[in-house]
């Protein structure tokens, strides 16, 4: 198997992790859920730093977040599917 691009913790998770340096918008990223070691694929909506999550699915204001199978907090703003998902648009329960 190639390198993965991002990583799902969960099969419940709606936002992945970038595990690459330099991940730049549009491209066809190897998606790797680490509970089943299943993957797919999901294009990159912009330029993700390593370390930042991207949205599986289109999130809109108020949506809850799951990371780790857990409720990680609640989008203060929208990302689509494949978008950059991080402080400027979601509160993290954390914070």
Do not use: Q
Request: glycine share 10%; with cysteine; aromatic share 4%.
């Amino acid at each position: 198997m190639a390198h993965p691009h991002l990583l799902v913790h969960d099969k419940k998770d709606n936002v992945g992790v970038v595990v690459v340096e330099g991940l730049t918008a549009g491209t066809d990223m190897l998606c790797v859920v680490t509970e089943d070691n299943s993957d797919f694929r999901l294009t990159a909506k912009a330029d993700i730093p390593i370390g930042h999550k991207v949205a599986l699915v289109e999130l809109k204001e108020g949506d809850t977040i799951i990371k780790y199978g857990e409720d990680i907090g609640r989008m203060i703003g929208s990302a689509e599917k494949g978008g950059h998902v991080h402080t400027h648009n979601l509160k993290t329960k954390r914070w």
